[in-house]
């Protein structure tokens, strides 16, 4: 059974830095598609960050150079460590997994498995 379980988020003021963890298990996880999604009020889910079995990153445009995904083997654990926090950075942050072979990569993918999600609040 896949489980994927978020830590607590949390608040930050503007320019600052959080660290989000995700504890996945059910699945091979050095083979599937993981990442991270947000939702701010009134608007859609979208994609954040991902990172495959090999250990290649991608990044909606936005949190390039500011946030970064990483997977630690032994633990067993995905992290998303943002910087440079901005207000539009807010929301509820999701850990999400795929299986590697899923079409459209993790940000289209119809195969997702959600963690329970975690609120993250940047403020001036």
């Known amino acids: 059974q896949v489980e994927l379980r978020q830590s607590r988020g949390g608040s930050a003021q503007v320019g600052g830095s959080l660290r989000l963890s995700c504890v996945p298990s059910g699945f091979p996880f050095g083979h599937w598609l993981l990442g991270w999604f947000r939702q701010a009020p009134g608007k859609e889910r979208e994609w954040v960050a991902s990172?495959?079995?090999?250990?290649?990153?991608t990044y909606l445009d936005s949190v390039k150079g500011r946030f970064t995904i990483s997977k630690d083997y032994d633990k067993i654990l995905l992290f998303l460590h943002m910087n440079s926090l901005k207000p539009e950075d807010s929301g509820v942050y999701y850990c999400?997994?795929?299986?590697?072979?899923?079409?459209?990569?993790?940000?289209?993918?119809?195969?997702?498995?959600w963690g329970q999600g975690t609120q993250v609040t940047v403020s001036s």
């Open positions: 999400a997994a795929a299986p590697a072979d899923t079409k459209g990569g993790l940000a289209r993918s119809a195969d997702l498995y």
């Open positions: 990172i495959d079995g090999a250990g290649q990153t």
